[in-house]
């Protein structure tokens, strides 16, 4: 679907390519695998332009191979036997998807004893099978790759192993389930109580196949045991995590928390002391002003204390389809320049980048298009909605519009909040909103960025 012909990619925009596409075996086609297909199909040319080479997968195993066969399209080999595609000599990398830990572990360690890279989104297998797993890979040269395995969305590992790899890391501390954050935050939020809260988790598609993975802190357990390997280069010790769910948290202490001026909020915490490293996941309160008690719903966040970079934070989606094929991309990238590629697609990759940046044309202000907050002072006694009509006739969408609260001395003023609409449209608006008879002075006009998407 997503084959890359050689020809096209030498060259790619004058940058020279390894001939030969990166050759990808996949377990399991669940949630991340077609997650994984649509955005390599999707993204390819800027994925190959990054990558150096192409990368397709050839070989897919997988347990309806009906079902499969619709995802994958023509030209991938199907098979209902994992080994196959673990052990295949036309498979240079092993992405395991599927899950679990007793097969996972066996495939795993087959594809490397032949020589293939791994990339995983499996962190419950390299938490608990990790130590076995890193030394297989480092006796056989090959690498094993997990950035879809902790926090998906948020490429946390490479940002411990490249942007702060100057750093000696004294903690990292995180929301890393998002499900308990999900809980929390319908606890706090609208007072339910902790079983409607899972069972809306769970309807949403945000828990484990067994949630008591996500509700007793295992799942943030396992990712946590990762963070801490790669932050403090020790060995992968999910035994050693001190772990405490949310199923005793009662409802009067999110209350109580809050009267005093915090949120409760599942972390996991790994600090590095001068004795050794304490590795916990627990409820705890988190001062209601700290960005980390903004983090809500099923997101994600990850705080890191580098002793040179000081404490940073990075935010995202903890889980989805095409949230961990990002990441697991990015793993399969990595592996695609650790031979053959030309400096120019290595990080950073400007080659391919930068020229298609140089194509992009760069919009006038007139075509922005965001919405809008608009301050528009009206005489005493107008109708508001004469103001929503002017808006109409322009065709910018309303979202919210109010009387100003009452301020002494202050004229009546109609906010507005427009759903996204070009500046053109705005000025427009704000043209014949000056003219209208209920106007009663210059109408301000701010741009609203949700940041949001
Ligand atoms: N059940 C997990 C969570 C999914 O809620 O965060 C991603 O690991």
Redesign the pocket.
Known sequence: MYRDPVQSLQPLHGVPVAMRPLRVGMIGIGTVGSGTFRVLARNQAEIAGRAGRGIEVVMVAARNLQRAAGIVGDGVVLTDDPMHVATHPDVDVLVEVAGGTGPARDWVLAAIAHGKHVVTAN?ALLAEHGGEIFAAARQHGVAVAYEGAVA?SIPIVKALREGLTANRIEWVAGII???TNFILSKMRDEGLDFAAALAQAQALG???ADPAF?IEGI?AAHKLTLLAANAFGSPVRFADVQVEGITSLQGVDVACAEQLGYRIKLLGVACRREEGVELRVQPALVPAAHLMAHVNG?M?AVMVKGDASGVTMYYGA??GSEQTASAVIADLVDMARLDGTHAAQRVPHLGFHAHAMNELPVLSRAAVRTSHYLRVPVHAGSDIKSVAAVLAVQQVPVQQLVLAAERSGAKPQVLVLTGPAAQSAIDLAVHALQAHPAVNGAVTTLRVEELAS
């Open positions: 962190k998906v389930n998002g499900t945000y828990a484990e996500d799942d099923a994600n903890g889980a």
